[in-house]
């Protein structure tokens, strides 16, 4: 009779932390945890024998046991006859814009030029774009908007608006239903909270908060909420920022940043040529590089490779390399801070596109 061989499916992924080991289902969109033991084991013997594996690792016989079983029922590994070498995943980017993704912020003290910040991220080859209203818009603002938005330009996007009374439930459903490119539209500072649309992994989500966002101050956020477990989040990490890769940032006054919450400015979006302003300040690019394998404690947390980054609010505001200030995961002890965040998150599925921008 042949060899059997535990083998964990090539979507799930073990990352070590100090404390912890997670094991990203990349497929499913999950997360799990094991001893640091057993990633360990996973990773250095990836392809033993059963027989050999326990034999090497006798004086852990009984975790391993326990946890082969464990990841088996929950689907994240087989036993087969074969050796499967499953943890090597290739990290290439395959990102050929050069900027993929935008945000662009409006607020009640200055005027904004929908048209031209368009045409702008268009000509750059941006395709995901999020609008951030702090302020009440109207069904006359947001249609014409919507109209400016070529679906085979713009891929998807993300609408933040504050609660306006006239604008009805009725509306928004005839935005989404009308441009399928919209991913979600997500109105804060409403009376009550509440879901009036959301399909897992579906485009034309519409979810309402009484949560006030009345400034770019409500980005940065790092909680069980915003992790993006998926491949592209995964693989991006590796090599770049979760956040600040080939994205560039809009702010209420025109002015081009990395991200609109951010101080450095590298022009004016309703003055210069976009990409022009862009590519000559290599400091824009790069911020791409700052990875979470290079800051103090993310490089020690286990959610590090689907973790949405922030580089503008900093525990210590003088050190790049510093964890992010409203990040309440101490890899250390694996606790939350708060208590929402604390529950463990076996099979926790990520809904991403409606907390990543909500202060808590």
Not at 21 to 41: F, G, K, M, T, W
Not at 194 to 222: D, H, P, W, Y
Not at 228 to 252: H, M, P, S, W, Y
Request: negative net charge; contains cysteine; hydrophobic residues 35%.
């Amino acid at each position: 009779m042949g060899d059997n061989y535990f083998n964990l499916h090539p979507h799930c992924i073990p990352v070590r932390g100090y404390k912890r080991s997670s094991i990203c289902d990349l497929q499913r969109e999950e997360i799990y945890y094991v001893p640091n033991e057993i990633a360990d084991i996973l990773m250095a013997d990836d392809g033993l024998p059963l027989q050999l594996l326990f034999e090497k690792h006798s004086d852990h016989k009984d975790l391993l046991d326990e946890h082969i079983h464990y990841l088996i029922e929950r689907g994240l590994g087989s036993i087969t006859l074969n050796p499967v070498t499953s943890l090597n995943l290739d990290i290439t980017s395959t990102e050929a814009s050069y900027i993929s993704n935008a945000i662009v912020d409006i607020d009640e003290r200055h005027e904004v030029n929908f048209n031209v910040i368009f045409k702008a991220l268009s000509l750059v080859g941006c395709r995901n774009l999020q609008l951030r209203f702090f302020r009440k818009s109207t069904v006359e603002e947001l249609t014409e908007m919507m109209a400016l938005l070529n679906p085979t330009l713009f891929k998807s996007i993300e609408i933040i608006v504050e609660y306006a009374r006239p604008i009805k439930d009725s509306f928004f459903e005839y935005l989404t239903d009308k441009h399928p490119n919209i991913k979600s539209v997500f109105i804060h500072s409403s009376p009550t909270t509440r879901i009036l649309r959301a399909f897992e992994g579906v485009m034309g989500n519409i979810l309402f908060t009484e949560q006030l966002i009345k400034s770019n101050a409500c980005c940065g956020i790092i909680d069980p909420f915003t992790f993006a477990v998926n491949a592209k989040t995964f693989t991006e990490a590796q090599q770049f920022n979760t956040c600040l890769n080939r994205k560039v940032g809009i702010d209420t006054n025109g002015d081009i940043k990395n991200c609109p919450s951010s101080t450095t400015v590298y022009g004016n979006i309703y003055r210069d040529n976009l990409e022009t302003a862009l590519r000559n300040h290599p400091a824009f690019e790069a911020m791409w590089h700052l990875k979470k394998d290079d800051f103090k404690a993310c490089r020690d947390c286990e959610h590090r490779y689907v973790c949405i980054d922030c580089r503008v609010f900093l525990a210590d505001p003088t050190d790049k390399l510093s964890k992010p200030l409203k990040c309440s995961y101490d890899p250390y002890s694996a606790l939350w801070e708060h208590e929402d965040c604390a529950d463990e998150m076996f099979g926790y599925d990520t809904i991403e596109p409606f907390y990543q921008t909500i202060a808590r």
